[in-house]
Each structure stands twice: as C-alpha cells, then as structure tokens.
C-alpha cells in the first residue's frame, strides 16, 4: 500500500514558477513509476508527467513540454514537479499518482494510487 501526500500549490503570476512535492509511504514506493496529473474545473482529469521507478525514463504532455520536469529521490520517498513559465492554463488541481505496472500510461484510470491534490493558480 502506498500513501501519497502532495504540498508546494499557491497562487502565482504568468511566467512564474512553482515546485511540487508527493511524499510517499510504504517501502514499494521506489519500485512504482509515478505520474502527476491536473484537473481544472470541468475538465477531465488529464495527465501531465510521468517518470519510472529509477528516474531514468520520463515523458511529458506536450503542452508542458520544456516548462515542467519531474523528478524523484526515492532514498526520500519524494517526487518533485518543477514548473517554470507558468500560463493560467496550467490552473488546475495538480494530483500525484502511482500504479503498481511499471509502463508508462497516461490514463488515470490504470493509477492505483492517488494523492488528495493541491491547488496552482496561476494569474495573467
């Protein structure tokens, strides 16, 4: 069972940046690939990063690519999002999510395990 308890969400203007963290429990969490996703109000939930269990695959939803990168300490039980050049488009409810199946997917509905969300807000 893995626990996953997400911080670092504010407000900031266009152009600023924010740095995510998800704290996991449990003694798997450096065997699970993790993926962070975003829902913004009525909007489906969608995927936005995803990295393996070693951090040595990522990949990204092309409207963050370059912006935003992912990372993981897995002697921390910690995954990070970096987001620079922030556009109120990327306002949403960010969620981290894992899944006990180590291939990349960017369906939400194939994660097992999911954070309680934090909110980015993000002003013109």
């Known amino acids: 069972q893995v626990q996953l308890v997400e911080s670092g969400g504010g407000s900031v203007q266009a152009g600023g940046s924010l740095r995510l963290s998800c704290a996991a429990s449990?003694?798997?969490?450096?065997?699970?690939?993790m993926a962070w996703f975003r829902q913004a109000p009525g909007k489906e939930r969608e995927f936005v990063t995803f990295?393996?269990?070693?951090?040595?695959?990522?990949s990204y939803a092309d409207s963050v690519k370059g912006r935003f990168t992912i990372s993981r300490d897995n002697a921390k039980n910690t995954v990070y999002l970096q987001m620079n050049s922030l556009k109120p488009e990327d306002t949403a409810v960010y969620y981290c999510?894992?899944?006990?199946?180590?291939?990349?997917?960017?369906?939400?509905?194939?994660?097992?395990?999911w954070g309680q969300g934090t909110q980015v807000t993000v002003s013109s």
């Open positions: 999510a894992s899944r006990r199946a180590g291939i990349l997917s960017t369906d939400p509905r194939t994660y097992d395990y």
């Open positions: 449990g003694r798997t969490f450096s065997s699970y690939p």
């Open positions: 990295i393996n269990w070693s951090g040595g695959f990522t």
